[in-house]
């Protein structure tokens, strides 16, 4: 079957780093994608991973390990705004995506 | 219209009603789904249409059905409610084109309660 883990809730404060991991076993993979949603709004794109390695987007780095089926998120230099849920999805053989159950990050001052 | 609208916001119905979530994209996009969402579990595809006149079932798709006429439009009908259909609806819609990252643009969802 098809599987996306990661944790259900992480606490970090602001100003420091935090990295939220994602493991997975789809059918196929034609690239990995990381959303973030805020309580009560729709999810908003945040990156995407098809290559090996590291993608930066400002504050944002996502990380990808095809071999190990694993991806990471990592956000610095935290803010409060930074309190949300974040979704790992990986598009699998058919192109759709398959999405975790979200991990939400708590941003204590 | 800018983006991607669902209606109603929330609606709350009666067990055994019929219901249709509507939902429509001004960004020309090829590919729609509808997606619910529970707590503590993930975003799960109901249906999809990867172009205008074509429809495709997701992961769970009983109880609901959809039709896409056009390009800019998507219903979700639920033809007779029952309570474990109570839940947050999202519309996506994406360019389709396969081959690259295929970015899904959200509604800001309906949530529905079924009684």
């Known amino acids: 079957g098809q599987n996306i883990d990661q944790p259900t809730e992480m606490t970090a404060t602001e100003g420091a780093i935090v990295q939220i991991n994602c493991t997975y076993q789809?059918?196929?993979?034609?690239?990995l994608f990381w959303y973030q949603q805020h309580a009560g709004e729709a999810p908003t794109f945040l990156s995407y991973?098809?290559l090996d390695g590291l993608e930066e987007k400002g504050r944002f780095s996502s990380f990808l390990s095809r071999s190990k089926g694993y991806s990471y998120l990592l956000l610095k230099e935290l803010q409060m705004k930074d309190s949300a849920s974040y979704l790992c999805?990986?598009?699998?053989?058919?192109?759709?995506?398959?999405w975790g159950a979200g991990t939400k990050l708590i941003i204590k001052p | 219209i800018a983006g991607i609208t669902q209606a109603p916001t929330s609606q709350i119905l009666a067990a055994g009603r019929r219901m249709t979530l509507r939902c429509t994209q001004d960004?020309?996009?090829?590919?729609m789904y509808w997606y619910r969402q529970d707590l503590g579990l993930g975003l799960r595809l109901i249906h999809y249409?990867?172009?205008?006149?074509?429809?495709g079932k997701g992961e769970v798709p009983d109880g609901y059905s959809v039709s896409r006429a056009n390009t800019d439009d998507f219903p979700l009908t639920l033809a007779s409610a029952v309570p474990s259909q109570t839940s947050v609806y999202f519309c996506?819609?994406?360019?389709?084109?396969?081959?690259?990252?295929?970015?899904?643009?959200f509604g800001p969802g309906t949530r529905l309660t079924v009684l």
């Open positions: 999805a990986v598009q699998d053989s058919n192109y759709q995506l398959i």
């Open positions: 996506a819609s994406s360019d389709g084109v396969a081959g690259g990252p295929d970015e899904q643009f």
């Open positions: 249409s990867n172009t205008a006149g074509t429809t």
């Open positions: 991973n098809v």
């Open positions: 789809t059918s196929g993979f034609n690239g």
């Open positions: 960004m020309r996009h090829n590919a």
